[in-house]
């Protein structure tokens, strides 16, 4: 299994092949986990994936799941477990 490396920053577009696109934005997307991508946190297979080039980000209610975060010089990260 592939784990997300965050090296040179994110690009959904180095993980498409493994990822399904749900929601888009332009700031944010949410994605799904498809073909068993790990976390580049925990080194475990995620279930979903929340990117936000946005300083700031407000969620309406909490995970109901264990997750990680995970950042770079441009974007947050939050992966469902």
């Known amino acids: 299994m592939t784990r997300i490396d965050l090296t ?3 690009s959904i577009h ?3 092949a493994l990822l399904k696109l749900h929601n888009d934005t332009g700031e944010t997307r949410t994605l799904e986990n498809r073909k068993g991508l790990r976390c580049p946190a925990c080194n475990q297979p995620f279930d979903r994936l929340f990117v936000t080039e946005r300083e ?3 969620f309406e209610s909490p995970p109901d799941r264990p997750f990680c975060l995970a ?3 441009e974007k947050l ?3 469902t477990h």
């Open 8 to 10: 040179d920053g994110f």
């Open 14 to 16: 180095d993980y498409r």
């Open 56 to 58: 700031t980000h407000s």
């Open 71 to 73: 950042s770079t010089t």
């Open 77 to 79: 990260l939050v992966l």
